[in-house]
């Protein structure tokens, strides 16, 4: 059986492990940096691009369809384009600690709080001001199309029920149970600090 | 940091200094090979940044812990979003309990012995990986403390605890020392 001072044996062990770790210049550093920023960068403009497309889409065919289901779900399908833009960007704009001057604890359960907050952000009511105006906007469309374009309806009827089942009702679900498991590591590493008198 | 040495130059000393303790830091955080020279680059590419603000307030070697510690949690906590398969990390006590079945001969296989060990850090929780990195890379109590947040008291009751563990997982075997 082991004796006393086996952690001594273990750190020497330990000490002949990692000797052929990765080796980093500075300027590799630099160019990794501007990488990261182009990439920040990038996905910004993709989130511009993309909310841009969908918001252009209603607003152009607003005035060629007069389905009242098509204009609301089209003026609704802006407004919550322009909030999710507002959310996405809060949530890239939230200070996150800084690894140097934050100490273990406190970062730790910091980044388990930005994680539970973007999980439990995306929940059912917050998936259904961008989903309603679509589905409102679908429907408005097979009615427009029912007698020319019998087809349309099983495509709005195929889209609906993937837009309500992936993003209205799976997803919520799904990220509720993410924010609860973060939640639950929350409270374990408080529960254990607590124990430990901090 | 000396005002007249450049952030570079005091990166290239630090990390020939420091490297091959980071790399076995990374090695304890992530057991994918591709993931681990990620994050490898993730802590060198933060303490370089770190460096141009570093003052001096605390020991260079305390600084380079935490920085590499927190970038590191930051890292597992990102890769366990989501997993629905990702293993519940365990509390020291748990892996003691744990490791009664198995106990590895340090000098029989020195590889196997060193895997083991990985193996068993990559489990722990994210704290509790902090402080037994801390503790095997001989930093003392005070230091584990500034670097982790937790009191001094309690950093010993750890270290306590992680020789317990060690000495549950590992045995000698037949020679005297190593």
Not at chain 2, 15 to 25: N, T
Request: proline share 3%; charged share 25%.
């Amino acid at each position: 059986m082991a004796c006393d001072d086996l952690p001594d044996d273990l750190k020497i062990l330990w000490k002949e492990a990692g000797m052929d770790g990765p080796v980093f210049s500075p300027d590799q550093l630099r160019q990794e940096t501007e990488k990261m920023h182009a990439k920040r960068r990038r996905s910004y403009l993709v989130l511009g691009v993309v909310f841009s497309v969908v918001i252009a889409g209603f607003a152009i065919t607003f005035p060629y369809f007069h389905n009242i289901l098509m204009r609301i779900g089209a003026i609704l399908g802006i407004l919550a384009c322009g909030y999710w833009v507002v959310v996405v960007l809060r949530e890239r704009a939230r200070v996150v600690p800084d690894p140097a001057e934050t100490d273990g604890v406190g970062f730790y359960r910091a980044e388990l709080e930005r994680m539970r907050d973007w999980h439990s952000r995306l929940r059912a009511w917050r998936m259904s001001i961008l989903v309603t105006p679509f589905i409102l906007y679908d429907l408005g469309l097979a009615q427009t199309f029912a007698k020319v374009a019998p087809w349309m309806v099983l495509f709005v009827w195929f889209d609906c029920t993937i837009f309500l089942g992936l993003l209205a009702i799976w997803a919520p679900i799904k990220h509720r149970k993410t924010a609860r498991k973060y939640q639950e590591r929350i409270d374990t590493l408080d529960a254990a600090l607590r124990r430990e008198g901090r | 940091m000396d005002r007249t040495e450049s952030q570079d130059e005091f990166y290239r000393k630090v990390a020939a200094e420091y490297g091959a303790s980071l790399a076995r830091m990374a090695y304890a955080y992530e057991a994918d090979p591709d993931l681990r020279r990620d994050l490898s680059q993730e802590i060198h590419l933060a303490l370089w940044r770190s460096f141009e603000k570093f003052n001096g307030r605390c020991s260079l070697r305390t600084w380079i812990y935490r920085v590499a510690h927190n970038v590191a949690t930051s890292h597992v906590v990102r890769q366990t979003r989501g997993k629905r398969s990702a293993p519940a990390f365990l509390t020291l006590e748990e892996a003691g309990v744990q490791a009664s079945g198995e106990n590895v001969e340090i000098s029989a296989d020195r590889h196997q012995a060193l895997a083991h060990l990985f193996a068993l850090i990559q489990r722990l929780d994210p704290l509790d990986r902090q402080v037994i990195l801390a503790y095997l890379e001989d930093l003392d109590a005070e230091s584990i403390a500034e670097i982790t947040g937790l009191s001094v008291a309690n950093v010993w009751t750890k270290i306590h605890r992680i020789k317990e563990v060690l000495v549950r997982q590992f045995h000698r075997g037949g020679r005297d020392g190593l």
